[in-house]
């Protein structure tokens, strides 16, 4: 049988190392595998113009399955700046190329896990009833609706013409900025369509139904955005009624959200929101379970058969330049994990998770982030794991 090919696409930063050390535990496990690389990137953005080269998406149609690190985005202006000189008179807008990802694949689901792992000391804990310290497991899996919402990219700085002339015609905008000159104005659409929701709703009911969650919670936000977030949750209360009555349907506002974080995280199940709102209750979840360097992302489209896979860090590009990498590689092993999933490689997945979990209830190696420290090059000096090292305490385990 053929081995499949998997694109990798370390990006900028902390990318390359943490994607790096994943191939090595994706190895270790017996997943075998042909890697090609895809540039993407600032590197790319700087020298060619473009973040996310044709060439790239070519390996990524061919191929369907893709890992990637992490990349760095600037506001217009300096991006603008960072161009190579000869681009700079070509009109060029810097865009991020992982939402341009998304939008060309249609990668309209994005699923991101959130579930502890015992004996991990960055897990959430807190005072109990009796006084005594709780710490509640917390399994939540957040459905983000991925290509539309405020990620759209549909957007204005002094809107003119055809456009002023259409936010005109809503009284809301002539009572509230009709009297604000136009090159004073910046607008930010938010944009649902009923396809695209149904298709994140039906994700997350059907997740919810196939791993036994008991419900699924609408996080948007329908008593004030009352077109968007009210359609969410006009068609959710339908789908629940009609095709899964078994499972509950909670609705809640992402601000109470955040505020109930912390609260009763563990009555909490599958939660499904727009595109914004799904990434801040993610990253809030994330970090009930470790932060950063546990949160891990799937982003696919059921229909193509395209899936990419990444951890949901940034790129931290001061990391890339320690001499020795010190940050935590287990979102990106995650994320590894999830793409075995996504390829019904389930028994090699299970066992990666295992090794994670018993490295991480063990205790006797932790990156700076579990160990409590502060990013510097010298923590692997004073006791924290680089990242070889966690990536090497969790292939021993697979042995």
Sequence with gaps: MAKRT??????????????????????????????????????????????????????????????????????????????????????????????????????????????????????????????????????????????????????????????????????KFVENFGHVPAEEVAVSTRIFTKKATYRILKAAFEH?????????????????????????????????????????????????????????????????AGNMFGDIASDGFAGLIGGLGFAASAQFNSDNGVGVFEPTHGSAPKYADYPVSIVNPIAMIEAAVMMLEFIKEDAIAARIRQAVAEVVAEGKVRTYDMAKMRGTAEVVNKGAASTKQMADAIIAKLK
């Design 208 to 272: 919810a139904r196939t791993y036994g969650y008991k419900s699924v919670t609408l996080c948007e936000k329908p008593n004030v955005i009352r077109e968007t977030s009210g359609m969410m949750y006009k068609m959710a209360l339908e789908m629940q009624k009609k095709e899964y009555p078994n499972i509950e349907l909670w609705n809640t506002n992402i601000d109470a959200q955040m505020m109930w974080l912390t609260k009763n995280p563990e009555d909490y199940g599958v939660i499904v």
């Design 6 to 171: 998997i694109v990798t696409m370390p990006g900028d930063g902390i990318g390359k190392p943490v994607l790096d050390e994943t191939i090595r535990v994706l190895e270790a496990a017996g997943f075998e595998a042909n890697y090609v690389q895809g540039d993407i990137g600032w590197e790319f953005w700087c020298s060619e113009g473009n973040p996310l080269p044709d060439r790239t998406l070519k390996l990524i149609e061919e191929h369907k399955i893709a890992l990637f690190g992490a990349i760095t985005s600037k506001p217009k202006d300096e991006a603008f700046a960072e161009l190579a000189p000869e681009l700079k008179d070509k009109k060029l807008v810097y865009a991020s190329p992982i939402v341009s990802l998304r939008q060309h694949f249609g990668l309209d689901i994005c699923m991101r896990p959130c579930k502890t792992y015992k004996g991990n000391p960055l897990n959430f804990i807190r005072r109990g009833a009796d006084g005594g310290v709780e710490e509640p497991m917390v399994d939540v899996v957040i459905f983000r609706q991925n290509t539309e919402g405020l990620y759209g990219g549909v957007e204005w700085s002094n809107p003119k013409g055809i456009v002023y002339d259409a936010l005109m015609t809503h009284p």
